[in-house]
């Protein structure tokens, strides 16, 4: 399903002048060596970098001016055969290497600026047109979609599933409307039947929202998820980023 060709990641990299973005914290001069080490061979740096990602260049699910560079290098970089190492892993994290991390990013970001989102930002007066990241990561939706669909031969599961629930939001794009009929035999056969119900209940939502059959799909939830949970969860437990931490009661 190959659609365009993203930017070498170098490329990204060079050329964006960084220190003229902002993310979550201020300037994005602090980026680059953070998206670098993405492909670090110590694990500890490779899980301090998505922490980056994840706290820090979409801190809270917004998108940020220096969150588009950002998504252009980490797509650009999926197939690097690095991104199959290990990352450090908390209570309620997903399955899966550094790839499945990334698409789960990837996904959050398209989600941001997904259908949904523009919705919601509609009820609240806030129109998404006028929002330069979310018109910025809408741009580049093909770009991703071209990265992400890639990933859906991967021999790893997680890896495979993640790229899926990734291309969910993507697929919002009404260039790329045409391809749901490809993907959804995928998202009933595979991703409704995950042992995640997170993609159990986001594949069954798409199909249904895409007017496809659903018949016989059931998110096997299970009740006692939160129960199970420790009761006290540490900073650590809930991925917080240091910034966050400070402002715990706990």
């Known amino acids: 399903m190959s659609l365009a060709a993203l930017p070498e990641p170098a490329v990204v990299l060079a050329e964006t002048d960084w220190g003229a973005l902002e993310h979550a914290y201020g300037t994005a001069e602090d980026t680059p060596a953070q998206l670098v080490a993405l ?60 790839r499945a991390e990334l698409l789960g990013w990837l996904n959050s970001v398209a989600d941001a600026a ?64 045409r391809h749901r009929k490809a993907v959804a035999p995928q998202l009933r056969e595979t991703l409704a039947a995950s042992a995640l119900w997170q993609y159990q209940e986001r594949a069954v939502e798409a199909l249904s929202w895409w007017g496809e059959d659903t018949t016989g799909l059931k998110v096997r939830r299970n009740p006692f998820a939160w129960c199970d949970a420790s009761p006290n969860p540490s900073a650590d437990e809930w991925h917080l980023s240091p910034e966050d931490q400070a402002d715990l009661p706990f």
């Open 114 to 177: 997904g259908d949904q989102a523009e919705a919601t930002m509609r009820r609240f007066g806030f129109p998404p047109e006028e929002y330069p990241p979310i018109v910025r990561t809408r741009e580049i939706r093909q770009l991703l979609f071209s990265a992400v669909s890639a990933c859906f031969d991967d021999y790893d599961l997680h890896v495979h599933e993640a790229a899926l629930a990734a291309c969910i939001p993507l697929l919002d794009d009404p260039h790329l409307h």
């Open 39 to 98: 492909l670090d061979d110590d694990q500890r740096a490779r899980s301090q970098a998505l922490d980056h990602l994840h706290h820090v260049v979409h801190h809270q699910n917004t998108l940020y001016v220096a969150t588009v560079p950002a998504t252009l290098y980490v797509a650009g970089i999926l197939h690097d055969p690095r991104t199959a190492l290990p990352v450090d892993k908390r209570p309620h994290d997903f399955p899966g290497p550094m």
